[in-house]
């Protein structure tokens, strides 16, 4: 899909363990601030459990799961927007992510150096935050400059502009991430606030890492409360992990990781809440493919019709596209195979207005 999640957040909060626990690409991981230099890029299988139930039916020569990126972003530092720590380095690799993990440390450990000596997540997760707005408040004020001008020659669009860019600057300015900011909804509006790319208006979600003890009870686990009380504030998602613990896992056999994550109880890794977190926070959603060669998972953007979808499989597929043979996932399993389903009523001829559905087994037909 081309669409990836960008890991940030200030030097040794945790950063590089998590994404060598993502991804089979390993960074470098140490205790000193900038070991992270340039972005490291992993692409992660998306957990699934309706592919083992599919395969269950069907008995295929393989299970190929979808995918989504994680970028490891080395750590920012107060004055990265003016270009402190290789600042203005970070902040373009952070641009080209279409979403942000933010990760903070919830963990108290004197062995392990904090860029600021202390611990703080919500501290943490304000410098970041005010380093990005400080970045896209230059961005919006010299579009602004560019639309009080333009304006003057009675532009209609640019008037709009001035609108938008006098809101952003103001909410920049107090530290809030232009994503929460309360912009005109018109076409005009929208397509101007997209044309700065904004750091800011990316979608964010955040990962509290914690030590392994409060797994058990994050309650009593003041960092992450604070967290998950800011975090509320904008209506963000916050995924617990230890990082450390993680990074274990997933050095293990696969085989062996089940007694491993009894014996630390847990159900699954913490991991695959972060993937399926970045996966919705994306607006992406999977279907199905389900035949004796492979089961396998595809990814397309939620509200894509029925062509779309076609054509993350093969380009002709969206060109030639006739109709849609779907099944609901759970209609196939219970019943137990694609002709039982069509007996039962339970297959649907969709045509090219149907909005795919995350679940949705799929057949297409197509001429070419």
Not at 83 to 99: C, K, T, V, Y
Not at 127 to 137: M, Q, S, Y
Not at 199 to 216: G, I, M, Q
Not at 246 to 265: H, M
Request: a negative charge.
């Amino acid at each position: 899909m081309g669409l990836s999640v960008g890991i940030v957040g200030l030097p040794n909060v945790g950063k590089s363990t998590l994404f060598n626990s993502l991804s089979s690409a390993k960074a470098e991981a140490a205790n000193y601030p900038f070991c992270t230099i340039e972005p490291n890029v992993g692409v992660v299988m998306v957990p699934d459990e309706r592919l083992k139930a599919l395969d269950d039916v069907v008995h295929s020569e393989r299970i190929v799961p979808t995918t989504i990126e994680f970028v490891d972003i080395a750590g920012l530092v107060r004055g990265a927007s003016k270009g402190e720590g290789l600042g203005n380095q970070f902040l373009s690799h952070i641009r080209e992510a279409a979403a942000i993990v933010q990760v903070a440390r919830c963990f108290e450990d004197a062995n392990i150096v904090h860029v600021e000596n202390r611990v703080n997540p919500v501290g943490d997760i304000e410098v970041v935050t005010t380093e990005l707005c400080l970045k896209d408040l230059d961005t919006v004020n010299k579009r602004l400059d560019k639309a009080r001008k333009a304006a003057k020659g009675n532009d209609a669009k640019e008037k709009v502009a001035v609108e938008v860019c006098e809101i952003l600057s103001k909410h920049l300015d107090a530290g809030l991430p232009a994503r929460t900011a309360k912009t005109p909804d018109s076409i005009d509006a929208k397509a101007i606030v997209k044309d700065m790319q904004l750091l800011t208006t990316k979608p964010t979600f955040y990962v509290a890492n914690v030590d392994e003890a409060s797994l058990a009870n994050l309650g009593k686990n003041p960092h992450y409360k604070a967290l998950c009380e800011f975090a509320a504030k904008e209506g963000a998602p916050v995924v617990p992990v230890c990082a450390a613990l993680e990074e274990q896992i997933a050095q293990l056999d696969p085989k062996d990781r089940p007694e491993f994550l009894e014996s630390a109880g847990l159900k699954e890794p913490g991991l695959n809440a972060v993937i399926r977190a970045g996966y919705k926070l994306l607006d992406l959603l999977t279907f199905f493919t389900a035949g004796k060669p492979e089961v396998r998972a595809w990814t397309t953007v939620v509200g894509a019709r029925a062509p779309q979808a076609a054509g993350v499989i093969h380009t002709d597929f969206e060109k030639g596209f006739i109709k849609a043979e779907v099944i609901w996932w759970e209609d196939y399993v219970a019943l137990g195979s694609e002709s039982k389903c069509r007996e039962a009523g339970k297959l649907a001829i969709e045509g090219k207005e149907y909005v795919v559905r995350d679940g949705d087994v799929m057949h297409f037909r197509f001429n070419v």
